[in-house]
């Protein structure tokens, strides 16, 4: 089974701190993103990468940036938090082998910025 | 603009009665379709695809149907049970996309005993 794992369930901060959210994927899978889930607007996608070092900006990167040194491991960074970054953050990956791309998520991390 | 819409924000629906959740798109190019399953505090599960070359696809008890020329698919669950209240995305890719899956808003399910 591929596993998805997110470093923290819950995390609190504060307006303005540097917030990092990890992702490891054990599949050795290419593709990862970063997604974030609010109420009525469904899942908007943040950053993906294809490889390592690689990345590319989705829908809303505004106010985000990704890492990705090594396979398995995706990092979204909050640079500066603010309230309105307060939401359900979602990791994901796939494999671009195979056919179509059914993404596996994590278990997410509900952050709240106050 | 949104590309993949799930325009009922929520269904309820009796125990052992069959439930419908509905999809529309308007990318011509998306060929492949998904339907996640979230319950809270988890993240989205995969439930069931299909290919643009089909119709059809089944799987126990959900079984999803894709209209290409009205831009529409829906998840047919026969029969619901209270188990299968969470929130369903449905979602699209196009060749073009490598590997980005477009999601719609999710539609609350709420299955009845």
């Known amino acids: 089974d591929v596993k998805v794992t997110q470093s923290s369930r819950y995390l609190v901060k504060r307006t303005g701190e540097k917030v990092f959210l990890e992702c490891v994927q054990d599949?050795?899978?290419?593709?990862m993103f970063w997604y974030r889930q609010d109420p009525g607007l469904g899942l908007r996608l943040i950053y993906f990468s294809y490889d390592v070092k690689m990345k590319e900006k989705g829908d809303i990167p505004e106010g985000y940036s990704v890492s990705r040194e090594k396979k398995e491991r995706f990092s979204l960074i909050l640079e500066s938090a603010s309230t309105n970054q307060t939401s359900m953050y979602l990791c994901?990956?796939?494999?671009?082998?195979?056919?179509?791309?059914?993404?596996?998520f994590g278990p997410g991390t509900r952050l709240t910025v106050l | 603009d949104q590309q993949v819409k799930q325009n009922s924000p929520s269904l309820s629906v009796q125990e052992g009665r069959i439930s419908i959740l509905n999809c529309d798109y308007t990318n011509s190019m998306f060929d492949y379709f998904l339907w996640y399953k979230k319950y809270p505090a988890e993240g989205p599960t995969f439930l069931i695809s299909?290919?643009?070359?089909?119709d059809k696809n089944e799987d126990g008890r959900f079984t999803v149907f894709l209209n290409k020329s009205a831009k529409h698919l829906s998840l047919h669950i026969v029969p619901s049970q209270p188990g299968d209240s969470a929130v369903y995305f449905c979602a699209a890719s196009a060749p073009s996309n490598t590997g980005k899956l477009i999601f719609g808003q999710g539609t609350t399910l709420q299955v009845k005993p």
């Open positions: 994901a990956s796939s494999s671009l082998a195979g056919g179509p791309d059914t993404q596996y």
């Open positions: 599949m050795d899978h290419e593709n």
């Open positions: 299909i290919s643009s070359i089909k």
